[in-house]
């Protein structure tokens, strides 16, 4: 008889919904765990500009936002990078943790993980995102956890490694010789 309920509650725990492949253009690839909507930047906290665009997805563990970019023609990908790594912690009154590199078939990608100032709350939070430049586009990727008093960053882990390792780039053939 204990058997039972144990077994019940195992097997509801992993059936999880599939993830949904998610094309953001002809460039890359990425799954999330629901629908993306596109959102307005302003709406986050961030300034509109004409050459962006947002996607958001959220499920019980999270957000998952999408963030699509062309700045334009770009001379060296390591000098964008570390403007990037600038901006991103400017905004968000950030302190970095880590700073490490992915590979893709589109050239390196960059991940962050830094400390940053809830708005609404005031609270430090540990916040992830993923950036990676192809040909003339920025792809930044990047994971809220719902859980509000965490203050490691623990919180999602694996959801949010599901979306980052999910990511898929192909670059035009070009750009790879280019690189």
């Avoid at 780039?169 to 690189?179: D, F, H, I, K, N």
Wanted: proline share 6%.
């Amino acid at each position: 008889m204990l058997l039972l309920p144990f077994l019940a509650t195992g097997w509801s725990c992993s059936q999880q919904q599939p993830w949904l492949t998610r094309v953001v253009d002809e460039r890359v690839v990425v799954q999330v765990p629901a629908e993306l909507q596109e959102l307005a930047p302003e709406n986050l906290g961030m300034p509109p500009t004409a050459r962006q665009i947002m996607w958001g997805a959220e499920d019980a563990e999270g957000m998952y936002l999408v963030l699509r970019q062309t700045p334009g023609h770009i001379n060296n990908r390591e000098r964008y990078y570390e403007g990037l790594v600038k901006g991103v912690l400017r905004s968000a009154h950030g302190e970095l943790l880590v700073h490490s590199t992915f590979p893709t078939r589109g050239g390196n990608g960059i991940e962050l993980m830094f400390k940053a100032r809830d708005p609404n709350s005031g609270k430090s939070v540990v916040q992830y995102s993923r950036s990676v430049l192809v040909d003339s586009c920025t792809y930044s990727f990047s994971f809220v956890s719902r859980n509000e008093q965490d203050s490691t960053g623990a919180s999602g882990m694996d959801s949010r490694r599901r979306f980052f390792e999910s990511i898929t780039v192909t670059p035009r053939m070009e750009s790879v010789v280019e690189q």
